[in-house]
């Protein structure tokens, strides 16, 4: 399994961004899908997953601002981010789970500044 992450870029903050993970295959049958994030110099911290029964889950700064969706027939899953903060610069990666191993994308870089 490939995942291909896009749509970072650099946005004011108050801004919005959706940033869209497409896989190599077909991800009806991944039971989750999540996003992640790096800050410099921090660890990677989960942001949110989408699971294949509809049950979204978020961290807590993620709430209220990003929502996670997924697309079946596009094979996509998505984070609408909005109100975007300074903190929420990162590196955000995209990661599903197939037979018990763990894929992840290769990241696109958030930027929050004035």
């Known amino acids: 399994v490939q995942l291909q992450a896009s749509g970072g870029g650099l946005v004011q903050p108050g801004g919005s961004l959706r940033l869209s993970c497409v896989a190599s295959t077909g991800i009806f049958n991944f039971n989750v899908m999540g996003w992640y994030r790096q800050a410099p110099g921090k660890q990677r911290e989960f942001v949110a997953h989408s699971y294949n029964d509809g049950f979204t889950y978020y961290a807590d700064p993620a709430k209220g601002r990003f929502t996670i969706s997924r697309d079946n027939a596009k094979n996509t899953v998505y984070l609408e981010m909005n109100n975007l903060k300074p903190e929420d610069t990162a590196v955000y990666s995209c990661?599903?789970?197939?037979?018990?191993?763990?894929?992840w994308g290769q990241g696109t870089q958030v930027t929050v500044s004035s």
């Open positions: 990661m599903t789970i197939s037979g018990g191993v763990e894929y």
